[in-house]
């Protein structure tokens, strides 16, 4: 047994849950820790323009030892930097885009293959299980303000308030009406609390994918 199923059977859910942190840190390459030196992601954006090029994407990144994740953006567009129209892409039109990265089966089965199950559900505007963020996740920024996630309001600042009266003061009208509309399955708000509802799927994504060969016949 892993050691975050087994402190959850011991009744230890705060050491689980930090086992689980701790282990989705140590395969990011955006968390700037020392035990991810070597640690490398590559990120690339679908447009109306690539979107039959994913299946060679999604191949080229098994041969290459990356786990490929595949996820819709959730938020507005204008959080990037740019509302040019083009960027923005046609829901159905998308949403066949991830059938066909479940139907390739390139994506890991368990967490990975059910995040791209619910983004095809959010984008054919179906519901999402509820959302985490300021249950099992929240977010702490440098100078100490503290927020359910990154995409809602801060709550307080530690340096003002204990974390208790911050925890207290959460929206949990605006993190539901958030959980909602958005997808975001791979952020904090959500892996937590999806790795312990579900923690067989969670175990099997944290495998590293075998490597795909390519043999060419004679």
């Given at each position: 047994m892993s050691k975050p199923l087994f402190n959850l059977a011991r009744g230890r859910p705060v050491l689980a849950v930090f086992e689980l942190c701790l282990r989705c840190n140590s395969a990011c390459g955006y968390c700037d820790l020392p035990l991810n030196l070597g640690r490398y992601e590559m990120t690339r954006i679908v447009s109306e323009m690539n979107r039959h090029d994913v299946t060679d994407?999604?191949?080229?990144?098994?041969?290459?030892?990356?786990?490929?994740v595949v996820g819709a953006y959730h938020w507005g567009v204008e959080r990037y930097g740019k509302t040019a129209p083009e960027l923005q892409y046609d829901r159905d039109a998308?949403?066949?885009v991830f059938e066909d990265v479940l139907r390739s089966r390139l994506v890991p089965a368990g967490y990975f293959r059910n995040y791209v199950r619910d983004n095809i559900r959010w984008l054919r505007g179906d519901g999402l299980p509820p959302c985490d963020a300021g249950r099992y996740s929240v977010a702490i920024d440098a100078?100490?303000?503290?927020?359910?996630?990154l995409a809602l309001a801060h709550a307080g600042n530690l340096l003002n308030d204990p974390l208790e009266t911050i925890l207290a003061r959460m929206d949990?009208?605006?993190i539901a009406r958030c959980s909602e509309r958005a997808s975001c399955n791979m952020l904090c708000s959500r892996v937590v609390g999806s790795a312990l509802r579900h923690p067989l799927a969670a175990?099997?994504?944290?495998?590293?994918?075998?490597?795909?060969?390519?043999?060419?016949?004679?």
């Open positions: 994407v999604l191949h080229f990144a098994r041969s290459r030892g990356f786990v490929p998308g949403a066949s100078s100490g303000n503290v927020a359910p996630c949990g009208g605006a175990l099997a994504a944290m495998r590293p994918p075998a490597r795909e060969t390519k043999v060419d016949a004679p």
